[in-house]
């Protein structure tokens, strides 16, 4: 054989693969998705988990603290960056809807040190900030978020209730249009 012919067939090997590998990987990560908004879906209408976590001065924090606002729970990193693009939308819609009741719950899934340093160097964060790994995650994953990605965001009524879920950045369109449903109901 050539090595002309040889270039050709490991060309043509080397490409099934990649298509191959490829299929395989979309179809994974449609059924992932259709998985997570299947359980999305599954826990809207229902009554949220209790948890407790930390703040960022080491007390422990109930989720009951905020009964009877409007909650944003919101789960980001330091390091990821459609979280760090969410921070002034979360701001400025806490801003407008604060005096009905509205508040944001940081959640961030990181170390300590990091989001302390994170949020000094943007010294922007003006909403509650919760911390830990494990535990966060084990949070997370009761509000459907068992794969652990980020951002994600829960909104839950002033009874405590999940009204909306939403996996990856959330913009300010949505997340007001979503508050004003439940302003309005």
């Known amino acids: 054989m050539t090595i002309r012919k040889r270039l050709i067939l490991i060309t043509a090997l080397l490409s099934a693969a990649i298509g ?5 990987y979309v179809k994974h990560n449609l059924a992932a998705k259709d998985s997570v908004a299947e359980a999305n879906h599954a826990l809207i ?5 209790d948890f407790s976590l930390y703040d960022l001065d080491g007390n422990s924090i109930s989720v009951s603290t905020w009964d ?8 980001w990193a330091s390091w990821c960056p459609p979280c760090r693009r969410e921070i002034p939308v ?8 604060h005096d009905d009741g509205f508040e944001v719950v940081g959640i961030a899934i990181d ?3 990091k989001v302390l340093d994170f949020l000094e160097s943007i010294s922007a964060v003006q909403y509650p900030q919760l911390i830990g ?11 459907g978020n068992h794969s652990g990605g980020l951002p994600y965001s829960v909104l839950l009524d ?3 209730i999940i009204r909306y879920i939403k996996a990856g950045e959330l913009d300010r369109p949505t ?3 979503q508050i004003e449903l439940i302003l309005g109901s």
């Open 175 to 177: 997340l007001v249009a």
């Open 20 to 24: 191959a590998f490829a299929a395989f």
């Open 133 to 143: 790994y494990d535990d966060v995650l084990k949070v997370a994953s009761a509000f």
């Open 45 to 49: 209408g229902t009554l949220r988990p």
């Open 68 to 75: 009877g606002q409007i909650v944003l729970l919101n789960f």
């Open 111 to 113: 170390e300590k040190q």
């Open 158 to 160: 002033k009874q405590g």
């Open 90 to 97: 979360f701001n400025e819609v806490r801003e407008f809807f």
